[in-house]
């Protein structure tokens, strides 16, 4: 599936993924391929990246919204940058 991380600055992430885990409002959730349709908020704090097996990477985040349509993830937040 695609993901992409979109801030009011620009794109900080795009490319084809296994999964990710998204910090909602309500608790932490993932998505996987194939998932139902989705809109959600999302709270500050970690993004993970599942790239391929084995291999992740983190985000740090502030807070937005996901909207999961046609195994594309789309991560609209007011910031994002890598966790090293």
Do not use: W
Not at 11 to 38: C, R, W
Not at 46 to 65: A, H, P, S, T
Request: proline content about 5%; aromatic content about 6%; charged content about 20%.
């Amino acid at each position: 599936m695609n993901l992409e991380i979109l801030t009011p600055s620009g794109k900080t992430y795009s490319g084809e993924v296994m999964g990710v885990q998204l910090p909602g409002i309500t608790g932490s959730f993932e998505v996987l391929d194939n998932h139902a349709p989705l809109v959600s908020g999302l709270k500050a704090g970690q993004l993970k990246i599942f790239v391929e097996k084995n291999r992740n990477e983190l985000y740090q985040i502030q807070g937005g919204f996901v909207e999961v349509l046609n195994n594309k993830v789309t991560v609209l937040v007011e910031g994002s940058k890598p966790v090293e």
